[in-house]
């Protein structure tokens, strides 16, 4: 495989054409991104709130990680993951362009080989992306383990613990074991 004219030159043509998709896909999930980062990021500010003015009783507790079950924190980490691939994404197929067009003007860079290589991984991905982003978004359910759990910030951790401790030592006056089956994260 080699960098040639048509080669370079289709590159130059499709890139910024699935550059322009999948722009215009982030710009259409942008506010649904920023929805579940505000969820994903209430519990921790529920958390911390709750642990400014001291220990919360058993009832404060109880009742933050009832309001906290609504939030959609279990998205977050598919959030994370579409938000890395789309800057990936861009990145690449921005760089492919340049690199297309510099090769045309006859700039000198690395070799035709590796040249056409990155434009063909750089395309490659950004068509995979635009295809199967939106596919992954309807067919994936969001239904993780939080992504509190998965980061593990500390009030958070704190509240659980807290929750759990009280509900053990008041659940009709009998001890329930920490791991037992009602007392596990979901």
Avoid at 51 to 72: H, I, K, V
Avoid at 85 to 95: D, G, I
Avoid at 156 to 178: F, I, K, N, T
Wanted: aromatic share 10%; charged share 20%.
């Amino acid at each position: 495989m080699e960098m040639t004219e048509a080669l370079a030159a289709t590159i130059a043509a499709v890139a910024p054409v699935v550059l322009l998709v999948a722009v215009v896909e982030i710009n259409n999930n942008r506010q649904h991104v920023k929805d579940i980062y505000e969820g994903v990021n209430r519990p921790f500010g529920v958390a911390r709130e709750l642990f400014r003015a001291g220990e919360p009783t058993a009832e404060e507790a109880a009742a933050a990680l009832r309001s906290l079950a609504q939030s959609p924190a279990r998205k977050g980490f598919w959030l994370l993951i579409y938000v890395v691939s789309a800057v990936f994404v861009t990145v690449m197929l921005f760089a492919a362009e340049l690199r297309s067009l510099a090769w045309l003007a006859n700039v000198p860079m690395g070799s035709s080989r590796d040249e056409a290589f990155f434009c063909l991984i750089a395309v490659g991905a950004g068509f995979a992306w635009v295809c199967f982003a939106p596919v992954l978004a309807l067919l994936v359910p969001i239904t993780g383990r939080s992504f509190a759990g998965m980061v593990g910030f500390r009030d958070y951790w704190r509240l659980l613990r807290l929750a759990r401790q009280h509900r053990s030592e008041s659940v009709d006056g009998q001890q329930v074991p920490p791991d037992s089956p009602d007392m596990r994260q979901e």
